[in-house]
């Protein structure tokens, strides 16, 4: 699971750049950035879920 999150960060930091370096995507900068603090929101939240949830 980690593994994907770290790859969807890395997508999401990389659209940020390339929209910041064109001005014209500068629309695909800031889909980049939503899309990365979300799925670190989505990463910390599963990942404390996780560790709360009792053993079986």
């Known amino acids: 699971m980690w593994t994907v999150l770290i790859i969807l960060l890395v997508v999401w ?3 940020s750049v390339v929209g910041f370096a064109i001005k ?10 939503i899309l990365f603090i979300g799925t670190l929101i989505f990463g910390f939240v599963r990942n404390r879920a996780r ?4 053993p079986q």
């Open 24 to 33: 014209g995507l500068l629309w695909l900068a800031v889909i980049g950035i």
């Open 51 to 54: 560790r709360q949830r009792p």
């Open 13 to 15: 930091a990389v659209l």
